[in-house]
């Protein structure tokens, strides 16, 4: 699901205004590859993202995103970044801000397949031969990668 329940009954109460929200990235490494989705939002390439529904731990967040989106099961190796993003104009219009936790993530199984609406495409890609995505999103990989070497 695109956006979560909880937000859908925010929204009806303050429309397009910015929302604060916790969120994950859970960047999946499997050997020298990282899994990625083409977002149907905005055709551009990501690691897995997603909201912290309210209660949940975002560790727990992050395995189901990428179960949810990508049907990879994975397991949580460590946090490797916190960080605010600047605030966000989604294509709705809808305004929101995120602390995103990264976390470093083991493939664990499952084949790499589309899982909902939020994808175009999933895909394994070299560490060394990302496509074009946006900086943030390439500095949380690093960040998961050099963790993973011990950097």
């Given at each position: 699901?695109?956006?979560?329940?909880?937000?859908?009954?925010?929204?009806?109460?303050i429309g397009h205004d910015l929302l604060w929200l916790p969120g994950v990235t859970a960047v999946v490494l499997r050997?020298?590859?990282?899994?990625?989705?083409?977002?149907?939002?905005?055709g551009r390439?990501?690691?897995?993202?997603?909201?912290?529904?309210?209660?949940?731990h975002p560790e727990v967040a992050a395995v189901?995103?990428?179960?949810?989106?990508?049907?990879?099961?994975?397991e949580i190796e460590s946090l490797v970044w916190v960080d605010v993003t600047p605030v966000i104009t989604h294509v709705n219009g809808d305004l929101a801000q995120y602390l995103d936790h990264t976390y470093l993530c083991r493939y664990v199984s499952g084949e790499a397949r589309v899982g909902d609406d939020e994808s175009l495409s999933v895909r394994w890609c070299e560490l060394d031969d990302?496509?074009?995505?946006?900086?943030?999103?390439?500095?949380r990989i690093r960040r998961a990668a050099g963790v993973r070497a011990g950097a």
């Open positions: 699901m695109p956006v979560p329940d909880f937000v859908v009954r925010l929204r009806e109460s050997d020298d590859e990282v899994l990625l989705v083409e977002r149907s939002d905005n390439w990501a690691p897995v993202t997603g909201i912290v529904d309210p209660g949940e189901r995103e990428a179960l949810e989106e990508t049907g990879v099961v994975c990302l496509p074009e995505m946006e900086p943030v999103l390439v500095e």
